[in-house]
């Protein structure tokens, strides 16, 4: 059964830094594209970034490129990401998900992590 928990968010002020952390488990990811969305209040869900985990190759959303970093540890299974330059639009549940392959859709959520932003 593959598992997912998020870890790390909590509340700073604009222009801080946190480091999301994502715990998985119940499989082998290697060959799996794992992702951070984000949720916030009364807006749809919307993705942040991506890498696959086998090559490293990463993907961002416009709006957090070059502030935010996404990484994976192979040896531990564990996905992060390092937010800097945080803002007050950067307020939101953010949520890890894998998924096989870039046709799939992402098949397994963590529960998500909540990230306030202050200004």
């Known amino acids: 059964q593959v598992q997912l928990v998020e870890s790390g968010g909590g509340l700073v002020q604009a222009g801080d830094s946190l480091r999301l952390s994502c715990a998985a488990s119940?499989?082998?990811?290697?060959?799996?594209?794992m992702g951070w969305f984000r949720q916030a209040p009364g807006k749809e869900r919307e993705f942040v970034s991506s890498i696959r985990w086998s090559s490293g190759t990463t993907a961002y959303a416009d709006s957090v490129k070059g502030r935010f970093t996404i990484s994976r540890d192979n040896t531990k299974n564990a996905l992060y990401l390092q937010m800097n330059s945080l803002k007050p639009e950067d307020t939101a549940v953010y949520y890890c998900?894998?998924?096989?392959?870039?046709?799939?859709?992402?098949?397994?959520w963590g529960q998500g992590t909540q990230v306030t932003v202050s200004s």
């Open positions: 119940g499989r082998t990811f290697t060959n799996y594209i």
């Open positions: 998900a894998a998924k096989m392959s870039l046709i799939h859709n992402y098949d397994y």
